[in-house]
């Protein structure tokens, strides 16, 4: 039922009139009389009797007779909630869309015939080609793929997908968001054909993406890619679940109970007996605990290959290395970066340069005393909107006009970080008659323009170019490195070899930082697995995700202490915290040992509903946060 309090997460038992009798059928939508008012459901199962010992209701109305949530995912649904310490009506939210009846009103199609075409790509890799005969000997094999740099990973998945499909099975790839997916859409029509695969996602709008949705219900189609929600897509007899960079944020669902997209895969790929893919340029250290826990092969390239696919990679940022520079270690582009730039423009190649933050100069601080520059009105942090402009406060969007220090009284105001804006505008002045061109989340590009041309652009939007980038600088890299985060660095390398994915092997990459540092060392060698394996290793010796389980308890001061309080004491839960969120909100870490983390979930999501039931105090319950830190 459409019912999201947690006491109430279990299912009714319902009576069928006769005039509907032969037209409910598992999975479809109905609307049954729940105390005063009627709410909408699912059918989950018919029954000829009933363990319920008190009267029956009967089901009010037929929404629709078409099914929409499989026993499949029905299941797995049910896995996830209890998983995240959930509700089954929060996670089937995200995976059934909203009803449009006129698309239910369409005729069904036929399924189109697939076949698997060759795919010598996968040589490239170590099991890379035994892990495609499983697929299409509708074997179940399980691995974790770091792709080379201008790997044209589409086009991989699409054949992996093809390989399932010709077997008799289906397939689910997700991708972390709309850019990725019309990459992935373009390439399984190119290998498929078209008409034989949908796409979902929230972009499509409910009509398009309702339509899909059926045609996977329906068994029109074998093949379903989309973003996070596609995880859920009705794929009849899975064979393949994949993911695509893994690592990144998209991938965690913004609302209860907040599941990650691999998590769900994971799960799926189990209850289904399926096959599974995680794939990225870089490696999670949760992928890796899949290697180490051999229940995933990893599919590598041999070192040869690699070495023919990665460009230079040229590290700047040690002392030696400034020390050497001849702007004496003061310029934000040392020479390096700047000939290799400009080594690119003259072999009238693209040039990519990242840059952490979008905006003009986001954050700024006093020019005499240094001291972080900040609003007059409510503190926040001030940045400066584009040139000769006043600061405008990063909060509520005041203008400084006459902003002073508030430590020693200046006026004046020096940049502390460099935005994408800024940056572009100074390599406009760099390079003189060379189209400049920004890439953001507000205005992400497609392709990068061809020729004589420098892309600026923030991680996760860097556009490909059509025949690689013939330089890509990594600046400000200090502003990944130093987050207050646990996976920080994990990030940056992440982020980092994704960019460089991009260029050409020919062609030569600088990072701006330290080549001392083990993330650039994996940067360097491009060897994502002994970072993953290391990162691991320091995570497990120090007891943090993902070698433990955490939760994170959010809501009014007290209440999270309270609903911990209340927890068995035999599952051993170590409390970190609280840390004040505002004043009055606080947060509150759980941390038990890995083999533990259902229990801890299953007592989270008991607690929730008798605090719900005695009307107490909400408190968010997260499993598994992404922010630790």
């Known amino acids: 039922m459409d019912q999201p309090l947690p006491q109430l997460d279990r299912l009714f038992d319902y ?24 709410v909408g459901g699912y059918v989950i199962d018919l029954k000829d009797t009933s363990d319920f010992d008190g009267k029956l209701l009967w089901l009010s109305e037929l929404v629709s007779p078409q099914p929409v949530l499989t026993p499949e995912v029905a299941r797995l649904a049910r896995a ?32 189109l015939p697939l076949t698997a075409p060759p795919a010598p790509q996968w040589k490239r890799y170590i099991a890379g080609e035994a892990f495609l005969r499983a697929l299409r000997a509708a074997k179940s094999p399980k691995a974790v793929w770091n792709a080379l740099p201008g790997e044209d990973w589409p086009a991989r998945l699409a054949e992996a997908a093809a390989a399932t499909a010709a077997a008799g099975r289906g397939a689910v790839l997700v991708v972390p968001d709309q850019a990725d997916l019309d990459r992935l859409d373009a390439a399984l029509d190119a290998v498929l054909g078209p ?27 074998r093949i379903v890619a989309g973003a996070r929600a596609a995880a859920f897509a009705p794929v009849a007899d899975l064979g393949l679940a994949a993911i695509w960079d893994d690592g990144d944020e998209s991938h965690v669902d913004r609302h209860a109970p907040y599941p990650h997209a691999r998590e769900i895969l994971l799960t799926r790929a189990e209850l289904a007996d399926a096959a599974c893919l995680v794939g990225g340029h870089a490696r999670t250290p949760q992928a890796q ?7 995933a092969i990893p599919i590598t390239a041999s070192r040869r290959e690699i070495r023919s696919a990665v460009p230079r990679i040229v590290p700047v940022g040690d002392e030696s290395d400034m020390a050497r520079d001849p702007s004496g270690g003061t310029a934000r582009l040392p020479t390096v970066a700047w000939e290799a730039a400009k080594g690119a423009l003259e072999r009238e190649r693209p040039v990519l340069v990242q840059v952490p933050r979008r905006g003009y100069v986001p954050a700024v601080s006093c020019q005499r005393c240094r001291a972080r520059a900040v609003c007059p009105h409510c503190s926040g942090p001030l940045r ?12 509520c969007g005041r203008t400084a006009e006459d902003h002073r220090c508030r430590e020693c009284g200046s006026g004046r105001v020096r940049a502390r970080v460099i935005g994408a804006e800024r940056t572009a505008e100074e390599l406009a002045q760099a390079f003189v008659g060379v ?12 392709a990068a323009p061809a020729g004589r041309s420098v892309v600026v652009a923030t991680p996760g939007v860097e ?3 059509p025949d690689g980038y013939g330089a890509v600088l990594l600046l400000d890299t200090w502003a990944l490195l130093t987050r207050a985060e646990l996976t920080a660095s994990e990030e940056a390398l992440r982020r980092w070899m994704n960019a460089v994915a991009l260029a050409r092997p020919d062609g030569t990459a600088v990072v701006v930082a330290d080549g001392g540092l083990a993330v650039v060392q994996a940067l360097l060698r491009w060897d994502p697995g002994w970072f993953a394996s290391r990162e691991l290793a320091e995570r497990t010796e120090l007891g943090f995700p993902p070698a433990m389980k955490m939760a994170a308890l959010t809501g009014p001061n007290g209440a999270p202490e309270k609903l911990a309080a209340e927890l068995p004491p035999e599952l051993g839960a ?5 840390i004040p969120v505002d004043e009055d909100t606080e947060r509150l870490l759980l941390r038990v040992r890995r083999r533990d983390g259902a229990g801890l979930a299953s007592a989270l999501a008991r607690a929730g509903a008798e605090r719900a039931g005695a009307k107490a105090e909400p408190v968010r319950i997260q499993i598994d946060p992404r922010a630790v830190a």
Not at 196 to 215: C, D, I, N
């Open 574 to 578: 170590e409390a970190i915290g609280p």
């Open 463 to 465: 556009p490909p170019a």
């Open 80 to 111: 996830v909630a209890d998983r995240y310490a959930g509700t089954l009506t929060d996670v089937l939210r995200l995976a059934v869309p909203e009803r449009r009846k006129k698309v239910e009103e369409e005729a069904p199609g036929e399924p």
């Open 435 to 446: 189209t400049v061109v920004e890439s953001t989340g507000a205005s992400r590009l497609d």
């Open 289 to 295: 605990l899949l290697v180490d826990a051999e229940w």
């Open 195 to 221: 008409g034989r695969h949908v796409t979902l996602s929230a972009q499509l709008g409910p009509t398009k993406r309702y339509r899909a949705f059926l045609r996977a219900a329906r068994g029109e189609v």
């Open 384 to 395: 400066l909107p584009g040139v000769r402009k006043a600061p405008v406060c990063g909060w």
């Open 15 to 38: 009576r069928i009139p006769e005039d509907l009798r032969g037209l409910v059928r598992p999975g479809c939508r109905v609307r049954v009389r729940f105390g005063r008012r009627k």
